[in-house]
């Protein structure tokens, strides 16, 4: 009789595992995060991964194939019901169904995973995570202004310096008013309409040259692919070729807009705005982190006003080894009529969504210490010699309960402390402290313990050691440093050895 199969074990497509450095430091980088929130009077919230299909709303990609774009299934009720596609729409059932109780404007923040049943890709997956702020029941544009120094408050605390990221802000008014004044309104158009705002998307890729030809007949690029244009003439080109060209000024670019507004009162209404918006960050000091731009666009079709973006503008290479601009990290917008789906009266509100993934590489890229292994708390291993007599297993659990309560001068804890807990002898629990990451390692055998002593292995300091060429362990010194990788202490000082370690790694 054969054997029963076994399961392969296999990850979906689309969806990554995460080791303990990702997750620890993508919580110090939430952390952070929440801290710089709170700080402009914030308040956490939290909605369910699961909404009702229709509360998600129109903004799905294909809201007639519920399956389309996001995952769906139907309840016992055979009500549909949807993995969340982000953190907004849910935030607007929630202010809806508690709109009473809340305070408006109502500060909020969450952070949490979201789906898409999309396509995986490089770079692109099917679960990932987000982090919102969002400002509802104001409908005044110095709201947008709070969430862009917001955005640029965080950068910041989070380690990327100043000149290595800018927000831009422009008005979804100033393109749909340009859209309408080129013939481009109304229903008939909207695909055209989609085939433009994708060339403006491509600005910062192909430049001033290659958007006139994707919103003319086309554009090849160097690998011989054909993107089919919007088919716009020069005359119709022009109004958004000039708003491009004065995307690198804010004074620059608010005349454009001006100029380009023409008699058209919806771009009239974008312009005021971002001038509203732009003479409050330089009132606030932000002159030089937060910029007009009219070439953002954001793809969502709930935004109704500004919209904006976060962009790092260092240079990394990229899949292919080019070095590129890293780009894009967090965007959002004004939204005023999406809670206003569940009520009868209309509810302003604006915020912003940080990608986490995205800014975590980002944040590695530029060597945050937010994100450096360093930052956790040094492992310590007690071994266990005797671990096949129980007798003696009391003792070891002493000795990491007393490494688990040792306390700097701040009174924080100072190190974490594993007991090990496996079957295997000497060598095997020296390999198992070395694949942990451990600092160093606490033996006591059958001798120290007769003795009252424990043996504290360095183990950082032995990999030194090892590595070194025959002529330098020839050497006093070092004899010396090996003295120091590996020494015996009374039991009853345990915790003083092991902290003499840590600060010898900690001064390195």
């Known amino acids: 009789m054969s054997a029963p199969s076994k399961l392969k074990a296999r990850q979906p497509r689309g969806f990554v595992d995460r080791g303990p450095a990702d997750v620890a430091a993508t919580e110090r980088m939430l952390s952070v995060i929440r801290e710089s929130f709170s700080l402009y009077g914030f308040d956490p919230v939290e909605t369910p991964l699961i909404e009702y299909t229709d509360a998600l709303g129109k903004f799905l990609p294909d809201q007639d194939r519920p399956n389309e774009g996001v995952f769906s299934f139907q309840d016992d009720d055979e009500q549909w019901l949807s993995l969340r596609y982000d953190l907004t729409a849910p935030l607007a059932r929630y202010v809806a169904e508690n709109f009473d109780a809340l305070p408006k404007p109502y500060r909020s923040y969450r952070a949490g995973y979201v789906f898409r049943n999309e396509k995986p890709g490089p770079g692109r997956f099917r679960q990932f995570m987000q982090f919102d702020a969002d400002i509802v029941g104001s409908g005044t544009v110095a709201a947008d202004a709070e969430i862009c120094m917001l955005a640029a408050d965080t950068m910041e605390a ?38 433009v705002l994708r060339a403006i998307d491509k600005f910062d890729k192909v430049g001033i040259e290659g958007v006139r030809e994707l919103l003319g007949n086309g554009r090849m690029d160097q690998s011989g692919d054909f993107t089919k244009g919007a088919g716009l003439s020069a005359y119709q080109s022009d109004p958004i070729l000039r708003l491009l060209n004065s995307s690198s000024d804010t004074a620059a670019a608010l005349d454009v807009i001006k100029e380009v507004a023409g008699n058209s009162p919806i771009t009239e209404q974008g312009f005021q705005e971002l001038d509203v918006i732009a003479r409050m960050v330089i009132a606030a000091g932000y002159s030089d982190q937060i910029i007009v731009d009219p070439s953002v666009v954001r793809g969502l079709e709930y935004y109704t006003g500004p919209v904006y973006e976060v962009e790092l503008t260092f240079e990394v290479p990229n899949e292919q080894g080019q070095i590129v601009r890293f780009g894009s990290v967090a965007g959002g917008g004004r939204y005023d009529g999406l809670v206003g789906r569940f009520r009868p009266e209309a509810v302003p509100a604006t915020g912003f969504s940080i990608g986490v993934s995205r800014l975590y590489s980002a944040l590695k890229a530029v060597k945050s210490p937010i994100v450096d292994t360093k930052a956790e708390l040094p492992l310590v291993v007690v071994t266990a010699m005797d671990n096949k007599s129980p007798e003696f297993m009391p003792a070891y659990q002493a000795f990491v309960s007393q490494l688990r309560q040792a306390r700097d001068e701040k009174g924080k804890p100072l190190l974490r402390a ?22 160093c390692a606490v033996i006591q055998g059958s001798s120290e313990r007769e003795a009252g002593t424990v043996v504290i292995k360095d183990l950082i300091l032995g990999a030194e050691l090892a590595a070194a060429g025959r002529e330098v362990k020839d050497s006093a010194e070092h004899k010396e440093r090996q003295a120091q990788a590996q020494f015996a202490v009374s039991a009853s000082e345990l915790v003083e050895g092991v902290k003499r370690v840590i600060g010898r790694h900690a001064r390195a």
Not at 163 to 175: I, S
Not at 418 to 439: I, P, T, W
């Open 158 to 195: 989070l380690g990327i310096k100043r000149g290595d990221y800018v927000v831009k802000v422009n008005n979804r008014k100033v393109l749909d008013g340009v859209m309408e004044a080129i013939g481009l309104g109304g229903d008939e158009n909207a695909g055209r309409r989609l085939t």
């Open 418 to 439: 594993d007991l090990y807990l496996g079957s295997s002898g000497f060598n095997a629990q020296m390999k198992y402290a070395d694949r942990r990451g451990a600092v």
